[in-house]
């Protein structure tokens, strides 16, 4: 979808990602974000937040900030 995006003329610049941990793929999705140029991310502290479409077992809420930190190194002055 990125791709799709982006070949279009749509810069990364004016995207943002928002994700929500369902199966454990928040982060993943965060990761890839940032590998298309995406530099604006939605987290919440200790993944707060639920999706009300999806009331499965699955349907978690959004991606932590703190588990996106330790997923990657950072430079926390830029964060």
């Given at each position: 979808?990125?791709?799709t995006v982006l070949?279009?003329?749509i ?12 199966y454990?793929l928040?982060v ?5 974000s940032l590998e298309?140029?995406l530099?604006t991310?939605d ?7 639920r999706?009300?479409?999806s009331?499965g077992?699955?349907a978690?809420?959004n991606?932590?900030t703190e ?8 430079d926390?002055?830029?964060v």
């Amino acid at each position: 979808m990125f791709r799709t995006v982006l070949d279009g003329g749509i810069p990364a610049s004016v995207l943002a990602g928002h994700y929500h941990d369902t199966y454990r793929l928040g982060v993943s999705n965060i990761l890839t974000s940032l590998e298309h140029g995406l530099r604006t991310i939605d987290s919440s502290i200790g993944g707060l937040g639920r999706c009300s479409y999806s009331p499965g077992p699955g349907a978690t809420g959004n991606v932590a900030t703190e588990d996106f930190l330790c997923a990657e190194p950072h430079d926390l002055e830029r964060v």
